[in-house]
């Protein structure tokens, strides 16, 4: 099912004709309203007008986190406040928050872009959606609900917390599709289990799970222990929330970008010169529709690839390819770039190994040390000490083939890492540098 | 003759030990043998107790990894020479020990070896054909 037929299957030729005309109207409204982008702009050498093709993107100027932290916290809006009607801001908590706003307008496109989302899952008005997406600040919770209103289908708002009760109200309320963090979808399994319940006698037939990087084996996991179908979907608050890109549930191989609305480029992440179609490295947005706060060439720190190749959905839009990583979770290990959902991968992939984990980061000395633990399930456990000890090289050898760094593997008590209700806390990093 | 050991996962911190035992106490469940394998990391506690099925219940619903096995339990003579039998007629049979501890019982005069063997059927073939005296599953929990 498609939400909106016109737009979502659009030739490519017309999407790109509505893409250029958005990008020139976007462009000059920005330079003509924002002293900041066209200071940026002037320094670049770069007026609206030298927009004649959707290539000259690259003419401008890109925009990072630090931009927005320097006109925190509303010195990149471009409608006065008074036109605002949402304020969401990020968590802040690796500096000051991110602070993004929207108009009436923006809320009506943004929700739009959610119930798209959502029919491309699978989802319709007959449904029940178990919202467990927080709400507050954070974009997920409200831009889920009023994508799931718009579709028209019953939602429940739930938000974060209270695992046990969240559980009791799906059963009871009969929910057919759950949105929430992978992590969260997890742990719900895992505490169905707990409370003597069997996950696949839940009503659920899907999920949409996103705001965190999940590994292809995270899907299988999910998929099996809760008798669901795992969607990918895609957003990041400063761009609008989540509904920027979702998997189609005809292929979930891939995500479709909503390109009426956002233009997608790669660029080589240390250079960050435009790499050709299908090459992967940084994905750059630039908002074509947003009202109060736009962005040019957003860098958004995840790497992907765009997927050119028709998809079986019939929608037309590109489709990005699922996140595995941000810059901003990666970690280096003497001089190794090292991603959680690498270990997430090696973990998943033994058998008995539940994907309950932490990545411990420390400097003994001079050498960065990372410690991988992992809980010990009972399909895992054995009584002797020589199994435990070969499961812990095993994979410990794993990592280090995949990785090409060492590290070492502690196995720790059932339930000892701390369950997420949001994004989950893989890494903790001691090291002083 | 295979009596149920059960062994529980531990990570080294203190107070596990005490936390266990702790709550078979509670549970009124009695410990009739015990060994501690312990790595730098982790450490691997098998217990024989009066009431495996309980003993593993309770200490599943506190949250601990619990797994059980079969151990064979042989009679030794308390005296030289006695387990140093056991050990040839293992040894001539060919037969892979993964671990091994020991108890005395009461009345002192016999000691308690506690086998866990790779092949826990053909062990058990193997001692009876020799004459060795096995406890059974009630023998052990009762003493």
């Not at chain 1, 899907?219 to 979702?246: N, T």
């Not at chain 1, 991988?372 to 054995?382: A, G, H, M, R």
């Not at chain 1, 339930?415 to 090291?431: C, W």
Request: a negative charge; one cysteine or more.
């Amino acid at each position: 099912m498609i939400y909106n037929e016109e737009y979502e299957t659009l030739p490519r030729e017309a999407l790109e004709a509505l893409q250029l005309k958005r990008l020139q109207s976007q462009i000059e409204r920005i330079y003509a309203r924002v002293p900041y982008y066209r200071a940026k702009m002037d320094e670049s050498g770069v007026a609206p007008g030298d927009i004649k093709t959707l290539a000259d993107i690259s003419k401008l100027p890109f925009t990072t986190k630090e931009d927005l932290r320097k006109n925190y916290p509303f010195g990149l809006f471009t409608v006065p406040l008074e036109r605002v009607v949402r304020i969401h801001a990020s968590s802040g908590t690796t500096g000051q928050p991110t602070v993004v706003g929207y108009t009436k307008r923006d809320i009506a496109i943004w929700a739009e872009l959610m119930a798209r989302c959502l029919t491309a899952a699978g989802a319709t008005q007959k449904d029940i959606i178990h919202n467990a997406y927080g709400y507050g600040l954070f974009t997920g919770g409200l831009g889920a609900h009023y994508g799931a209103e718009n579709l028209g289908a019953t939602v429940i708002p739930v938000s974060g917390g209270n695992t046990k009760r969240q559980i009791m109200l799906m059963r009871d309320f009969r929910s057919t599709v759950l949105l929430c963090t992978p992590s969260y979808a997890l742990n719900l399994a895992e505490a169905m289990v707990d409370m003597g319940m069997d996950p696949k006698e839940m009503a659920l037939k899907v999920g949409v799970f996103g705001a965190e990087p999940w590994s292809e084996n995270m899907r299988e996991e999910i998929e099996k222990q809760l008798g669901i179908k795992a969607i990918d979907i895609y957003g990041l608050s400063e761009i609008i929330g989540p509904g920027v890109a979702i998997e189609c549930v005809e292929e979930q191989k891939g995500l479709h970008i909503m390109e009426d609305h956002f233009l997608p480029e790669i660029v080589h992440p240390e250079t960050f010169e435009p790499l050709p179609l299908g090459e992967k490295g940084e994905l750059v947005f630039t908002t074509l529709t947003k009202e109060a706060f736009p962005l040019i060439r957003y860098r958004t720190k995840d790497f992907s690839r765009l997927i050119t190749a028709p998809c079986s959905c019939a929608r037309t839009f590109y489709r990005m390819e699922k996140i595995t990583g941000r810059s901003d979770d990666m970690l280096i290990i003497r001089g190794v770039n090292v991603f959680p959902s690498q270990i997430e991968h090696v973990l998943i992939s033994i058998e008995g190994v539940e994907p309950h984990y932490q990545i411990i980061v420390q400097r003994e000395g001079t050498l960065d040390t990372m410690e991988v633990q992992v809980e010990v399930s009972d399909s895992i456990f054995s009584d002797e000490v020589k199994t435990l000890e070969g499961l812990t090289k095993k994979i410990q050898n794993e990592i280090k083939d995949l990785l090409g760094v060492s590290c070492k593997v502690k196995l720790v008590e059932p339930k000892s890492i701390q369950r997420s209700e949001g994004k989950a806390k893989r890494v903790i990093d001691k090291r002083k540098i | 003759m295979k009596v149920e050991q059960i062994a529980i996962f531990l990570e080294n911190r203190s107070g596990r030990l005490a936390e266990i035992t702790g709550i078979l106490a509670e549970k009124g469940i009695n410990i009739r043998a015990m060994s501690l394998a312990d790595t730098s990391d982790f450490g691997i506690l098998r217990l024989i107790v009066n009431d495996t099925e309980n003993a593993r219940k309770e200490l599943k619903e506190k949250g601990f990894t619990v797994g059980t096995t079969s151990v064979v339990v042989v009679e030794v003579k308390d005296k030289p020479g006695g387990l140093a039998n056991v050990l040839q007629i293992i040894k001539k049979a060919d037969l892979n020990i993964e671990y091994m501890y020991a108890f005395t019982q009461k009345s002192g005069e016999t000691g308690l070896i506690i086998f866990r063997f790779e092949k826990v059927d053909a062990a058990i073939d193997v001692l009876i054909k020799a004459g060795i005296r096995l406890l059974s599953g009630e023998e052990v929990y009762a003493i």
